[in-house]
DNA sequence: CATGAATGAGGATTCATTCAT
DNA sequence: AATGAATGAATCCTCATTCAT
């Protein structure tokens, strides 16, 4: 909530030209890497001038961060329908976070390539996304598990979900991102089967007999 | 005018600049991403002039398949030294495996770095090793899994050693690369805590009870 | 990107900094071949960056169309002042005509060469020029002699007044080019003199008794 | 004639290469300018390598004189067999005259071209040519006009002849380098039709009445 | 001697950034 | 403010020439 809600034409415009440049650079990603774009692409895509781009950031890596935010809106509304769904079982819940999980990293692959390639940026890109805290939504995540807490028997129940969320996602992302690249191959299995694989895989984990 | 971008060297004078210039690309990655590294830097670090690098390598990503290769036999190496070593139970199969995983993925982090960011040319990438079949060095570590057979009740077991060893891989990457970005955040763990809370989460899989 | 080499100026500062560029090549092939101006020599002389250079021409070559029709200025020009003559005779036209084709040429012999260097370009050059028909120009020479038809007993006046053009151009160049070389070597005279001797070997032709 | 006549194996050898690499140039000069042609070219077309083209020759330049030298030959050759052919008429020599020439300049264009643009070269190029003066051989075909002097009325035959051999060179040579360019465009004739049309010109001058 | 690997000066080219319009 | 032309440092890349093998 910023201090002066009432937004006059002068930030509406520089809102949009941000706008503009942002979904040039998601056009731009699907083509090339972050780093062989230039700002002279950028502008064009976006219809803009170099020196408008240069009035509203400090170079290219200044977008970072608003990809970065614009990724958590994304992943937050993501989250939010999630959240929504009706689960009867950890097993079911299992399965349609995997399920889920691989769709949404599928239509976000550029995004996730250029933030992890680009990561040494990281301390910006944190500091940047005062909006949404990352990690609360993946914690968000976890509770979608832990709403099924009776179910689970393994020690350390949230640190659990939490593991149980990470590796649904790195282990996704990975045969998404370089299916054919170490360590992708290590699993022959395609992400579509390895996706139904994984509830079998994570379940037997948060239910151990002790 | 070869085809291929890299010239087979005809003398053994070659051979030598190709390994200095190999050796000076690991040695610019502990500085710096691959993006980021001169031609000039690369050929004055290896003792050679610019010229000598262009006799050998049509351009910097010609150069990613010896380091593709060279990272195989380095794999190669490792995984023999896994299979030296003596087990008593699969649980501590899966304890040594999650932590020697991890030492190894830290040594070559910038490595896995620079073949995930020039994935696109995985196809060449992969031509390129001919020496050393990378699914096989992956069946391998499955095998040392394996080697438990009896301790496995997982319907499937060769498929599920696979999918432990990349599950292992890829969220200890995750980790050691993107430590604090997405999604390695979802965890709260540090790599080497959670390097050991990973036999955790696979044992009971592989021996889950029918 | 635009397909044309040349980018089309939509300032007029531009279109100043194209006029620059074309000076400082003129000036540099005063002193040098074409083959031997670098890009930046070109640059200083115009006084302008390298960057400005590429800006506004893909490379070097991308002169020439430029520097045809410029060519194509001057000589439209020089056809000009000779339209404004008044001739007595056919023979005094001959007589003229290869003197001044002589200065003409003496003047812009620099362009033929590099013109003629580059003619492997001709198709584009010849597009290159739609200002002015190049093929118009040599008519206009051609009826300076067409003026005294009444004279001209040659069967198939227009062709042979565009071979007596034809004639008094090529021989008077390959003399200002190449004087001590293969063919012009094949007449003993100096230029002056063979600019002299033209006209007696043309005359006959077009006055030929039948 | 060399003072010992004797060719040591030595010598025999260096004639070889010099040979190969003349053939190369040849070759070379099919598909590209001289300028363009790198020496790494050249001795690979050769099938020498680099060094031994400058055992040879101290530069790139230094190959023309040999083409030119070479062409020296050709021409020569060439001439000797006008000179064997039979003329009944001036007319018929001047019509013999100029189609072979244009074939002649069709077959050897390439070398033309090459003399022609590095004609800087020039006092280098006469002077190494010691074995076959060149305005000698052009008199030479002077002299298959002028052995019809009967025939010729126009005053000082020698010059004459000199010029008709001089017209009938340059202004076919344009034609063939340059057939779209200025000032070959200045006549609409295709080159074969300007071979015919060539002896039309040139015989009133040498025929005309006084 | 022949070879072809190595050299590095020199020229080409790009692109982030500035600044006149 | 917006534009896009101009800048020039930085990098790429070539190729004549040298020299170790």
């Not at 805290?133 to 914690?139: F, L």
Request: proline share 3%; aromatic share 10%; net charge positive.
């Amino acid at each position: 909530m910023p201090e002066n809600s009432v937004i006059t034409p002068k930030q509406q415009r520089s809102l949009e030209t941000q706008r503009k440049l942002l979904n040039a650079l998601h056009f731009c990603l699907k083509d090339k890497f972050f780093e062989h774009i230039t700002i002279q692409e950028l502008a064009q895509n976006a219809g803009v001038s170099v020196g408008t781009f240069y009035r509203r950031f400090k170079d290219k890596e200044s977008l970072l961060p608003l990809l970065y935010q614009d990724f958590g809106q994304r992943l937050s509304c993501w989250v939010d329908s999630l959240e929504k769904l009706e689960f009867k079982s950890l097993k079911q819940v299992l399965e349609t976070l995997s399920i889920e999980t691989w769709q949404f990293l599928e239509e976000n692959k550029s995004v996730f390539r250029t933030l992890h390639l680009n990561s040494r940026l990281q301390t910006e890109l944190l500091d940047s996304d005062t909006s949404v805290d990352r990690k609360v939504i993946y914690q968000r995540l976890s509770n979608i598990i832990l709403c099924f807490k009776k179910e689970i028997t393994v020690a350390g129940k949230t640190n659990a979900a939490d593991s149980v969320i990470f590796i649904i996602i790195t282990s996704l992302l990975d045969k998404v991102l370089y299916p054919d690249l170490t360590p992708a191959i290590a699993s022959k299995l395609e992400v579509n089967k390895f996706a139904k694989e994984l509830p079998k895989i994570l379940l037997p984990y948060l239910t151990a007999e002790k």
